[in-house]
T-cell receptor, first 112, second 123 residues
Framework: QKEVEQNSGPLSVPEGAIASLNCTYS??????FFWYRQYSGKSPELIMFIYSNGDKEDGRFTAQLNKASQYVSLLIRDSQPSDSATYLC????????????FGSGTRLSIRP | GAVVSQHPSWVICKSGTSVKIECRSLDFQATTMFWYRQFPKQSLMLMATSNEGSKATYEQGVEKDKFLINHASLTLSTLTVTSAHPEDSSFYIC???????????????????FGPGTRLTVL
């Protein structure tokens, strides 16, 4: 079992709709959770982080964490073509991110 | 804040040569830097973790004598690919984590901040 699992996609979503990206992790003691966006040929860019159960909103992005279910998700509202990218879920065993384990990423495509 | 640079952004070299890649944290001190490799359509693979002033810790399967890492200061780490071969062609990305320098508190989460990557092509 992979430590951080994501559906590879591609996930196709119409422009203006909500894109929902999901991630599960195996280490129940994980403390920090991150979402990175990676455009083709570029390095990852941090877009969201969450430490506590519940929802965290930042602009069009909402991260959701459920530690009991070992599940973290990212919602993108009012999806734009510029949101088309690969989204990497990342999990750290501690709060200081001494080590981060990345999922393989979900490729999101926003169709006009 | 939390800007990480890498140099060069791309390099093409002949098989058998060595290539050095630099990773710098520009506005914070990076106590720890990480080196990743990413092949096309695959996820990031951690190669090694380096702490300033000490030897790097390599992931299983990564040859430490081939991928030399030096973390000489709190803002600079280098990765040298020695005797590069075509199978070493990849996208090499560094990341850095640490605390803000100069007394300024960037109010950023403890996480890794990535450099823009270096695309290595070995002919």
């Amino acid at each position: 079992q992979k430590e951080v699992e994501q559906n590879s996609g591609p996930l196709s979503v119409p422009e203006g709709a909500i894109a929902s990206l999901n991630c599960t992790y195996s280490d129940r003691g994980s403390q920090s959770f991150f979402w990175y966006r990676q455009y083709s040929g570029k390095s990852p860019e941090l877009i969201m982080f969450i430490y506590s159960n519940g929802d965290k909103e930042d602009g069009r992005f909402t991260a959701q964490l459920n530690k009991a279910s070992q599940y973290v998700s990212l919602l993108i509202r009012d999806s734009q073509p510029s949101d088309s990218a690969t989204y990497l879920c990342a999990v750290s065993p501690d709060s200081s991110a001494s080590k981060i384990i990345f999922g393989s990423g979900t490729r999101l495509s926003i169709r006009p | 804040g939390a800007v990480v640079s890498q140099h060069p952004s791309w390099v093409i070299c002949k098989s058998g040569t060595s290539v050095k890649i630099e990773c710098r944290s520009l506005d914070f001190q990076a106590t720890t830097m990480f080196w990743y490799r990413q092949f096309p359509k695959q996820s990031l693979m951690l190669m090694a973790t380096s702490n300033e002033g000490s030897k790097a810790t390599y992931e299983q399967g990564v040859e430490k004598d081939k991928f030399l890492i030096n973390h000489a200061s709190l803002t600079l780490s280098t990765l040298t690919v020695t005797s590069a071969h075509p199978e070493d062609s990849s996208f090499y990305i560094c990341s850095a984590r640490g605390h803000s320098s100069g007394g300024a508190h960037l109010n950023l989460p403890d996480t890794q901040y990535f450099g823009p990557g270096t695309r290595l092509t070995v002919l």
